[in-house]
């Protein structure tokens, strides 16, 4: 019975941590992640007001210690996931569309490209069979 009541003793000890834990020991996030899709992940980095400042869609990554990236987005998947987030009006007026092809060191994963509006700058990290990630940040 002692060693019962240790055991569950010890486990309570060592239960994970909530967001509220969180919370109380560092305060507010800057940042919050949400399934949009299955498999696909939206993260939202906030400025001090509360502010969306950045959107990143990527894929979710699997529950594992391990977090390799294998998977890509299609490009269909990201437009209906890009509108509903900032749809068209609320970017403002396309300015102008960018090839980017650059070098990063050490794993060479810069290549993509980049949409300019108004209000909005959007970039499309290139995978092989789609995109790796886009990045939505507001302008100031």
């Known amino acids: 019975m002692k060693t019962l009541l240790i055991i569950l003793l ?38 001090p007001t509360g502010q969306i400042k950045e959107l990143l869609i990527a894929p979710q990554p699997p529950s594992a210690l391990i977090k390799s990236k294998t998977r890509t987005l299609s490009d269909d ?4 996931i890009i509108d509903n987030l900032v749809p068209s009006k609320e970017r403002g007026k396309y300015l102008m569309g960018t090839l980017i092809d650059l070098t ?37």
């Open 10 to 47: 010890t486990c309570t000890a060592v239960a994970a941590q909530t967001k509220d834990d969180l919370r109380k020991k560092y305060g507010e996030p800057v940042s919050e992640t949400f399934v949009v899709r299955s498999g696909i992940v939206v993260t939202a980095t906030y400025a």
């Open 77 to 80: 998947t990201l437009k209906e």
């Open 104 to 140: 990063c060191l050490p794993q060479d994963d810069c290549n993509g490209s980049s949409e300019d509006y108004e209000k909005v700058a959007i970039y499309y990290n290139a995978g092989k069979d789609g995109a790796n990630y886009v990045v939505i940040q507001w302008k100031k």
